[in-house]
């Protein structure tokens, strides 16, 4: 495009402010208010999914907890329904205990000796290992939780504990709570991940004990959020790194993207793909009733319901979450 004259160029700037300025001011906080209260009423009644009910502790979560968490990058909190009652983080942890692993080895560590990419096969698989020449493939597998909490540096075991723990309230701008309950039920009842953790340990692929590593991974799942957490936690991710409760910056910018691509591609275990089909957004599930969403730059979503689809992901967290998106034009992908 050539232009003419000063005052030809002066007014295309002058339109394009106008144009960026009408987009932004689509986003005040009366919008997000509206559209995470139109979400909120629209699925509180939803009863699909059920609780977790392979680990004890979880069958016997409040099954109608619902809240929802939206938190920009400059702090600003919206809220609604049961923001404050918590439910224990579970997977969503595998992404912080990632991102603390990467902070202290670099992200070509993670990369060389985790993997990033997706499996193709269940969460919890075996034979994927096998497939994959003793590689978990991606930190959000179970394989590869263990595999990350292996790698955090520690003397012993305390200390790795004490350092997955203060990291992950870091994220969240307050100091997390060990579940006992949830931890009691889960430390006597897996099996399965000691068996893969010891499959790993065969290949060389694991940085400490693996039965060691195993339970504080069964300890880091226990720890206590509330959709409020969460959506800070998510929110610190989108702020390149720093809590924008705190200030604090937990975690190197230059990090952030690559934990937000394993969230993208593994976060919502069999069911990524649709997932980031629908909303183009990073996003980590739990068992335990959690989602956190990320917008990279704009926001975090933290969202809690603990019914469960067949995936193990929350059935209206997934709902509300989706539509708050969609409403925002939050599309990370559609920008």
């Known amino acids: 495009m050539y232009i003419k004259s000063k005052s030809l160029l002066l007014s295309f700037l002058v339109l394009f402010v106008l144009n960026s300025s009408s987009l932004a001011s689509q986003l005040t906080s009366q919008k997000i208010n509206q559209v995470i ?39 600003n909190v919206y809220e609604i329904g049961d923001t404050k009652k918590v439910v224990s983080i579970q997977s969503i942890s595998k992404v912080f205990t990632a991102a603390l692993v990467m902070s202290e080895k670099g ?54 504990w004490m350092k997955i723990k203060a990291n992950m309230s870091a994220f969240a701008g307050r100091d997390l709570k060990l579940n006992k309950d949830v931890y009691t039920s889960e430390v006597n009842d897996n099996k399965r991940n000691q068996a893969i953790s010891k499959l790993l340990d065969a290949y060389g692929r694991m940085g400490s004990d693996p039965l060691e590593a ?89 969202i809690v319901s603990p019914p469960l689809d067949s995936y193990g992901n929350s059935v209206r967290a997934q709902l509300a979450a989706k539509y708050i998106i969609e409403k925002l034009g939050l599309n990370p992908l559609a920008q």
């Open 37 to 75: 209260k139109e979400a909120y009423n629209k699925y509180k009644g939803d009863m699909g999914g059920k609780n977790a009910d392979y680990i004890d502790a979880l069958s016997v979560v409040d099954s109608k907890i619902f809240g929802i968490t939206f938190v920009d990058v400059d702090g």
């Open 214 to 302: 195993t339970t504080v991974y069964t300890k880091q799942c226990s720890l206590n959020v509330s959709a409020h957490d969460l959506a800070i936690m998510g929110a610190t991710l989108a702020n390149h790194g720093k809590n924008p409760a705190t200030n604090a910056q937990i975690i190197d910018s230059k990090y952030t993207p690559k934990i937000m691509a394993i969230m993208a591609t593994a976060g919502l275990y069999d069911n990524a793909g649709d997932w980031l089909y629908d909303t183009g957004a990073p996003a980590k599930s739990g068992v335990g009733g959690g989602i956190l969403a990320v917008i990279p730059g704009k926001f975090g979503i933290g």
């Open 107 to 160: 992200a070509k560590f993670v990369q060389n000796k985790i993997g990033v990419n997706a499996t193709g096969l269940a969460f919890n698989s075996i034979i994927a290992i096998e497939q994959h020449g003793g590689s978990a493939l991606n930190p959000f597998v179970n394989a590869g939780a263990i595999q990350s909490t292996s790698w955090v540096g520690a003397k012993d075991s305390k200390e790795r």
